[in-house]
């Protein structure tokens, strides 16, 4: 029973979409919250978003296993080795890429045009949705991108939590491991060159999306 | 939305094509990719029986089974691990299925000749690979047998380290380590020049395999187990470059 290459495939954009949407959910309230300056815990909270940037992922792997593992906290979930595990490790190391994105996007924008929203009456949701995120769209798709692309190339973390289990939760990424694990350099360069296709197509695509945004804007 | 119906028409298309048994799921170590792959092939065909096998590191896997990794059966790369998961009470017993041997390995491509580890003093003999000895058990083999060439004080400022004996391999196959002391089953001969190390310079390296407690598949498992004793096994182990456990 190999596994096929597309499965492999499916199931790399499978858990590189769902950390894309699971970093955004989370990431865009952090970064509308670190955008805004002066209150308290907002250093600790922006070490904390940033902190997967710094770990190895097989290490943040390790903790998030004693986490959501047969013996932690939220064993109960049955999360570990599915995946929806390699979906959350993929999101965590992927949110500070969002979070720097996003937050960039809207702390770039003139404290002045918010104002003249709030003189004019708009509620702070009307501003969130007719001012902030227009306005950090293009800031917010480069955070989705990058998100995008570290999550298809996630191996440390999900290895770690989600195992490298065929059919279920091998990724590419993890399937070009094996693939050097294993000596078969010529499947190695195959799954790489696969998942390097992927994500130059997807950013391709998603870059000429965004220009179009940016042409808007400039108009 | 649509993404995900077709990962589950895929995914309904895979299980649908796989035989009515659930599959045995094999966790082993990554050095055993190679043999497992023809092993769990053969027992496919004589039993019908599906495999999975999910490779990784040792200790990785080791810590996957704490927390519970739907696995049923844990080929591991050492005999301690196995046997303190077993403590532990996660596994059921340690068998000995395979012992790995290390050999001393040139490059092809440099063109030297190296044929006794007291050859590795000489200076143009730069770089010396092993694998991490806290982690892989072949690297403290090359070390305890070095130390018992008398070689070891001599050597020990050229040693370069790789995190695992399969990058090891490459330290030595890419020409940037000159030699390197390498797991039999890992040294490929057609880019290596090998040569035997005597078996009585280092302890032997016992890999064990021991069924997962609490296995929906024990009977299974205990058959898998049962299979890696037969000729049939046993002679692709030893294609593979592992010697045959002792009885």
Redesign the interface.
Known sequence: ?AP?L??QL??S??IA?GATLLAAAIGLPLALSLARPGWRGRRVLDLLVNLPLALPPTILG?YL??VI????PL?SLSL??TKSAAILAAALVGLPLFVQAARNAIEGIPGSVREAAQIDGASRLAILRYILLPLALPGLITGLLLTWGRSLGEFGAT??VA?????QTQTLAIAVY?A????EYNRAHLFALLLVSLAGLTTWLALRWRGTFSEEMRV | MR??S??LL?LSL?LIG?SSRA?L?V?AA??M??PL?AIAAAF?KQTGQ???????ATG?LA??I?????FDLFLAANESTPKQLSDKGLLDGAQRYATGQIVLAVAKRVNLSVSTLQDLTRTEIKRIAIANPDQAPYGKAAIDALKAAGVWTQVQSKIVMGE?I?QT?QFVESGNAEVGLLARS?A?SATLSITPIPGNLYAPIHQALGIIKGSPHEAVAKQFAQFMTTTEAKAILDQYGFALPPN
């Not at chain 1, 050097?180 to 000596?183: E, L, P, W």
């Not at chain 2, 704490?66 to 739907?70: M, N, T, Y």
């Open positions: 029973m096929s597309l499965s499916l199931i954009l499978q979409a390790f296993l004693q593992g047969r013996s932690g064993g570990a080795f290895l770690m195992g490298n289990i065929p059919g094996s050097v694990q294993a000596g | 993404l995900r077709i990962g895929c895979l796989c599959p799921t966790a990554a050095s990719q190679r792959q496919t599906a495999v999975t096998l999910s490779f990784g990785t810590a996957q704490e927390q519970g990794a739907p695992n399969r391999a890992d490929d």
